[in-house]
Nanobody, 125 residues
Framework: QLQASGGGLVQPGGSLRLSCAAS????????MGWFRQAPGKEREFVAH????????SYADSVKGCATISRDSAKNTVYLLMNSLRPEDTAVYYC????????????????????WGQGTLVTVSS
């Protein structure tokens, strides 16, 4: 089970940190990803982090503005987003990939085995 939280209303230029808590310690062995889905659009990849070493990758649209990290002791993955823009408004989903070492195909939804319920981020003045 994955539980995403931390969404809310934020002004343009602001920051927000999303959290994704896993209910089982086995998730420490999984790679984790964040996706988002804006109204009327397809769900798109945002960021990914492998297990152990924590190698990261990002969508071009968020590079330099987003940081994914994980705390394995807390079974939690974070997504820190800075310099938010109205186009960042979306429901953000976390997902787990049982192939924790995977560094290919991380932008594909098909690479992920478990999904959280999503948390809404609204960027507006």
């Amino acid at each position: 089970q994955l539980q995403a939280s931390g969404g809310g209303l934020v002004q343009p230029g602001g920051s927000l940190r999303l959290s994704c808590a896993a209910s089982e310690s086995t998730f420490a062995w999984y790679a984790m990803g964040w996706f988002r889905q804006a109204p009327g659009k397809e769900r798109e990849f945002v960021a990914h982090i492998t297990y152990r070493v924590g190698r990261t990758s990002y969508a071009d649209s968020v590079k330099g503005c987003a940081t994914i990290s994980r705390d394995s002791a807390k079974n939690t993955v974070y997504l820190l987003m800075n310099s938010l823009r109205p186009e960042d408004t979306a429901v953000y989903y976390c997902a787990a990939d049982t192939k924790g070492y995977r560094t290919w195909g991380v932008a594909s939804r098909a690479s992920y085995d478990y999904w959280g319920q999503g948390t809404l981020v609204t960027v507006s003045s």
